[in-house]
């Protein structure tokens, strides 16, 4: 017999980890609800102010010469802050980039998640120049970083294009998501978000690296043959370029 009084929603939350279905104690939150939100807000203030432990991401990508940069924001307090500081290098770190022919440049930056970079950003990395048969830049692990300093970055090395990989703004249900901004032609300063292709919600529990891979690869592959990103690309276009004839029949 079922119980007249249970949540009828209560089936959504093996569906998704999203706060739904809640349930209630009179005009409040059951005691075992509260204290997961607790524990989620906790988890989320942490992933925004750990630090990312930059050698041992340096140690993953060694074989590729990485290269580690620091933007004006000298600590963690001031980048969350002052997220114009976040966008610029710091005159040490520009001194590191040598300018080169590279069609891409792919840059790891903590963002607002360190845990979501130290986790999977290396991996990513790997299974996106394994998909592009490109001339890749050495790869620029970024500390106290905002999406548009990879503009800088790319710039300096002389890439046409750039990858950002960085730590997604943590939420009550994910502290480890990546997010990939992919840049055509970035110019510092002058480049708008609106000229930029995302791919977010890289974690476990999201978007596999697998299919995070084939989809920036699909991206960045169609930009550099379109000569830009943004508005102008839209990410179907670029998944049925890379598509088989037969896959697109099938559609």
């Known amino acids: ?3 007249p009084y249970a949540d009828p929603w209560v089936f959504l939350r093996e569906k998704t980890p999203a706060r739904i279905a809640l349930g209630r104690c009179g005009d409040g939150l059951p005691t075992a609800r509260l204290l997961e939100f607790q524990r989620d807000h906790a988890r989320a203030r942490d992933a925004v102010h ?3 432990d930059s050698e041992k991401l340096c140690s993953e990508l060694d074989p590729l010469k990485p290269i580690i940069v620091q933007s004006q924001a000298r ?4 980048y969350l802050q002052r997220p114009d ?3 610029r290098l710091d005159e040490a770190s520009r001194e590191k980039l040598r300018e080169g022919f590279y069609d891409i440049s792919l840059v790891l930056a903590d963002g607002l998640s360190a845990l ?3 986790s999977q950003a290396a991996r990513l990395g790997a299974l996106i120049e394994k ?9 620029v692990i970024a500390l106290q970083a905002r999406v548009a300093l990879g503009d800088e970055i790319a710039s300096a090395l002389g890439a046409r294009l750039v990858i950002v990989l960085i730590g997604e703004r ?9 997010g990939a901004y992919i840049t055509f032609a970035p110019v510092p300063g002058k480049t708008t978000d609106a000229q930029r292709n995302c791919i977010s919600n890289i974690r476990p529990g999201g978007l596999s690296l697998e299919e995070a891979a084939r989809r920036i690869g699909a991206i960045a592959s169609y930009a550099l043959h379109l000569q830009g990103t943004g508005t102008m690309l839209k990410e179907d276009a670029a998944l049925n370029a890379l598509a088989p004839p ?6």
Not at 131 to 139: T, V
């Open 116 to 118: 979501a970079v130290q």
């Open 85 to 87: 500081l976040g966008r």
């Open 170 to 178: 943590p939420g009550l249900s994910a502290a480890d998501s990546l």
């Open 246 to 251: 037969e896959a697109m029949k099938e559609r």
């Open 131 to 139: 998909r592009l048969p490109l001339r890749f830049a050495p790869p």
């Open 50 to 52: 750990a630090a990312l």
């Open 75 to 78: 600590d963690r307090a001031l």
């Open 1 to 3: 017999m079922s119980d």
